[in-house]
């Protein structure tokens, strides 16, 4: 068990909050409210708790086996190397899909809250994928470092919207509860599944921890307690501010703080933007780039990229394969005049087929009936539901796997003429 890492548990905490707290505080808490009215608050405490099991499973795997392959990793021990060839493209190729989407909304809301030209929003949004590119380039000694900063800039900013907020609330927009019944808050808790997202990300890092077996689980309790209490927060203020207004604006945030803050206010929520988008890019693409070099060290991509895979190792070759996933990705994205969505659905629905192989992958390798085993039998049956949601959106992943079966099909055909040459 390697514990010379870098990675420590404040580092460690910030890295977990940026790829879970992520994008989503800058519209979900409206789109919510605008759901399900006051009920969307029993939805964020519903996902806070569901959250749990899912975040303890991946943070038990991760102490227990901390290496870049992240739940690749975890799914060849479990089940072998096709499921877990399928489960490292699914994350490489398919969630990193969302790469420049995280760029394009933030530069998007930044553009909005300015007030500058839309198309801006396509020249801020390269610049913003420039930062985490070059700051990996030093390895998670440094980055790491940079993420404590950025996730300690993105809990006070939001710490201060509430705080500024929370003055405007009228006591009249928490009535009736349920305006939309049941139904609304289901509706709710299906948006907020994504915002609490993100666990599986820093496994592929697990090897960069100081002491993993105490410093993971730690750094996640950290993170659900922030995380939860952040989007708690911004819920309670949009529901008591925005009241029936809730969804209707492009920058809900700015909506918040313009009644109590309007000369400072439209420059604070800019940072918002600037600091989400640059703290989850940075969490991200540490995350692809370690799990790029565990594949090539695999067999599972090219060997040459395998570098930088080991524990304290900075995986240069695989961040630079990152960077060129990302360029595409980016570019297809333009073509298609900034259409979020399809991009959207095929990370989201990726990172559910993630999520169903390293539940399963849990229950097989943890210890049964112990904490870690229980959690992961309960998210077993979360991700079900999650992927009964996802429904067509599964064809990018089905075609990943094919794509990972033919891979493993080329590699044991090779293996064969070797052994018939020797």
């Given at each position: 068990?390697?514990?010379?890492?870098s990675?420590?548990?404040?580092?460690?905490a910030?890295?977990y909050v940026?790829?879970?707290?992520?994008?989503?505080?800058?519209?979900?808490?409206?789109?919510?409210?605008?759901?399900a009215?006051?009920g969307?608050?029993?939805?964020v405490l519903?996902?806070?708790v569901?959250?749990v099991?899912?975040a303890g499973?991946?943070?038990?795997?991760?102490?227990?086996?901390?290496?870049?392959?992240?739940?690749?990793?975890?799914?060849?021990r479990?089940?072998?190397?096709?499921?877990?060839?399928?489960a490292?493209?699914?994350?490489?190729?398919?969630?990193?899909?969302g790469?420049?989407v995280?760029?394009?909304?933030?530069a998007?809301y930044?553009?909005?809250v300015?007030g500058?030209?839309?198309?801006?929003?396509?020249?801020?949004?390269?610049?913003?994928?420039v930062?985490?590119?070059?700051?990996n380039?030093?390895g998670?000694r440094?980055?790491?470092?940079?993420?404590?900063?950025?996730s300690g800039?993105l809990?006070?900013?939001?710490?201060g919207v509430v705080?500024v907020?929370?003055?405007?609330?009228?006591?009249?927009?928490?009535a009736?509860?349920?305006?939309?019944?049941?139904a609304?808050?289901?509706?709710?808790?299906?948006?907020?599944?994504?915002?609490f997202?993100?666990w599986?990300?820093?496994?592929?890092?697990a090897?960069e921890f100081?002491?993993?077996?105490?410093?993971?689980p730690l750094?996640?309790a950290?993170?659900?307690?922030?995380?939860?209490?952040?989007?708690?927060?911004?819920?309670?203020?949009?529901?008591?501010?925005?009241?029936?207004?809730?969804g209707?604006?492009?920058v809900?945030?700015?909506?918040?703080?313009?009644?109590?803050a309007?000369?400072?206010?439209?420059?604070?929520?800019?940072?918002?933007a600037?600091v989400?988008?640059?703290?989850?890019?940075?969490?991200y693409?540490a995350?692809?780039a370690?799990?790029?070099?565990?594949?090539?060290r695999?067999?599972d991509?090219?060997?040459m990229?395998?570098?930088?895979?080991?524990?304290?190792g900075t995986?240069?070759?695989?961040?630079?394969?990152?960077a060129v996933?990302?360029?595409?990705?980016y570019?297809?994205?333009?073509?298609?005049?900034?259409a979020?969505?399809?991009?959207?659905?095929i990370?989201?629905s990726d990172?559910v087929?993630?999520?169903?192989?390293?539940v399963?992958?849990?229950?097989?390798l943890?210890?049964?009936?112990g904490?870690?085993w229980w959690?992961?039998?309960?998210s077993?049956?979360?991700v079900?539901?999650?992927?009964?949601?996802a429904?067509?959106?599964?064809?990018?992943?089905?075609?990943?796997?094919?794509?990972?079966?033919?891979?493993g099909?080329?590699?044991?055909a090779?293996?064969?003429?070797?052994?018939?040459r020797v």
């Open positions: 068990m390697s514990s010379g890492g990675v420590g548990l404040a580092q460690g910030a890295l940026a790829a879970v707290l992520g994008t989503g505080i800058l519209v979900l808490p409206a789109l919510a409210a605008s759901a009215g006051p969307s608050i029993i939805a519903a996902l806070i569901l959250s099991p899912l499973t991946f943070a038990a795997l991760a102490a227990r086996y901390p290496d870049a392959g992240g739940v690749a990793t975890f799914v060849r479990a089940l072998g190397p096709t499921p877990a060839r399928m490292g493209y699914w994350f490489f190729f398919g969630v990193s899909v790469t420049p995280v760029a394009l909304l933030g998007e930044i553009v909005a300015l500058v030209d839309p198309g801006l929003a396509f020249v801020i949004a390269p610049a913003l994928l930062p985490p590119f070059v700051l380039l030093f998670l440094f980055s790491g470092r940079v993420q404590l900063v950025l800039l809990v006070a900013i939001v710490v705080v907020a929370a003055p405007a609330t009228d006591a009249r927009n928490f009736p509860l349920l305006p939309h019944g049941w609304g808050v289901g509706v709710a808790v299906s948006l907020f599944v994504w915002a997202a993100g599986e990300a820093v496994t592929h890092i090897g100081r002491r993993p077996r105490r410093t993971i750094a996640t950290i993170a659900i307690v922030v995380v939860g209490a952040c989007y708690l927060g911004l819920q309670l203020v949009t529901v008591g501010v925005l009241g029936d207004r809730s209707s604006s492009a809900p945030l700015l909506d918040l703080v313009a009644a109590t309007p000369a400072w206010g439209r420059w604070a929520v800019a940072s918002v600037g989400v988008a640059l703290g989850v890019l940075n969490a693409v995350a692809f370690k799990l790029g070099a565990s594949l090539g695999d067999g991509l090219p060997r990229l395998g570098a930088g895979a080991e524990s304290g995986p240069r070759r695989a961040l630079g394969l990152v996933l990302a360029a595409v990705y570019a297809a994205m333009v073509m298609t005049g900034g979020l969505t399809p991009f959207i659905l990370h989201t990172m087929a993630v999520y169903a192989l390293g399963v992958a849990a229950v097989r943890l210890p049964r009936f904490a870690g959690l992961a039998v309960v077993v049956v979360l079900a539901g999650l992927v009964a949601l429904g067509v959106t599964l064809v990018v992943p089905a075609v990943l796997a094919v794509a990972a079966v033919a891979v099909l080329v590699r044991s090779r293996g064969a003429r070797h052994a018939r």
